[in-house]
């Protein structure tokens, strides 16, 4: 009779136990907003800690707490340009100097081909 009783259900995808009689964690419910204006409530534990964002349930877009500030962005620092990796190495002084010797023997090969 055993057998019969559970052939045709899904062990494992389903539980059988009831929650009559249990008595579930306190929960709060926490709103999120998106860049978008969806708004996301989630059931959260109470004693859990509470993330500043979530993921939007409509767009995938990070969703920031109704009641929270926003975060401080990262100070990021600027690219370095090859001017400035140039600048790194040599002088302006230099880089003249440099000019100078190249557009003299440019010059001096037009002499040459002229």
Do not use: F
């Not at 969806?38 to 859990?48: C, G, Q, R």
């Not at 707490?65 to 990262?74: C, G, L, M, N, T």
């Not at 340009?81 to 010797?101: A, F, K, P």
């Amino acid at each position: 009779m055993g057998e019969r009783a559970l052939r045709g259900t899904r062990l494992g995808a389903t539980s059988y136990e009831n929650d009559r009689n249990t008595d579930l964690a306190p929960r709060q419910e926490v709103s999120y907003t998106c860049p978008k204006g969806h708004l996301t409530t989630v059931p959260l534990a109470v004693e859990a800690e509470i993330p500043t964002t979530w993921e939007c349930r409509s767009c995938g877009s990070p969703a920031l707490r109704v009641d929270a500030e926003q975060p401080q962005q990262k100070k990021a620092k600027p690219p370095r340009t090859h001017w400035d990796m140039l600048l790194e190495r040599r002088s302006i002084e230099d880089l003249e100097e440099v000019l100078n010797e190249r557009l003299a023997i440019l010059r001096e090969q037009r002499r040459k081909s002229a």
